[in-house]
C-alpha cells in the first residue's frame, strides 16, 4: 500500500505565499501522472494542479499564474507553491498519486485559510 503524506498547510493573509509538499512511499512517482486537489466547505474536490509521467503540467484557470507544481522523481515528492493567496483558496488540499488508469492513492489533506 502506498502512503501519501501532505505538508506545508497553514493560515496566511491575503497576498501571501504556502508551499504546500507531498512525500510517497515507494518508487511509483516516475510512473505515475500526480496532483493537487482542494475541497472548499460544501463545494465538491476540484483539481488545482496537475503532472503526468511525462512531466505536463495542468492547471486550474483559478490558480494559473499563482501556483506552480514541481516533483521530484528521484525523491518520490510532489511540491505546490502558491503565490498571491486569495481567501477563495481557503480549503483542504489533497495529493493524489495515480500510477494506473485504476489505480489512485490519496493523502489524509491539509488545510490552507487565507484571511482577509
Known amino acids: 500500500q502506498v502512503q501519501v503524506v501532505e505538508s506545508g498547510g497553514g493560515l496566511v493573509q491575503a497576498g501571501g505565499s504556502l508551499r504546500l509538499s507531498c512525500a510517497a512511499s515507494?518508487?511509483?512517482?516516475?510512473?505515475?501522472?500526480v496532483g493537487w486537489y482542494r475541497q472548499a466547505p460544501g463545494k465538491q474536490r476540484e483539481l488545482v494542479a496537475g503532472?503526468?509521467?511525462?512531466?505536463?503540467?495542468d492547471y486550474a484557470d483559478s490558480v494559473k499564474g499563482r501556483f506552480t507544481i514541481s516533483k521530484d522523481n528521484a525523491k518520490n515528492t510532489l511540491d505546490l507553491q502558491m503565490n498571491s493567496l486569495k481567501p477563495e483558496d481557503t480549503a483542504v488540499y489533497y495529493c493524489?498519486?495515480?500510477?494506473?488508469?485504476?489505480?489512485?492513492?490519496w493523502g489524509q489533506g491539509t488545510q490552507v485559510t487565507v484571511s482577509s
Open positions: 493524489n498519486v495515480q500510477p494506473s488508469i485504476d489505480t489512485d492513492y
Open positions: 515507494g518508487s511509483i512517482f516516475r510512473i505515475s501522472t
Open positions: 503532472i503526468t509521467a511525462g512531466g505536463s503540467t
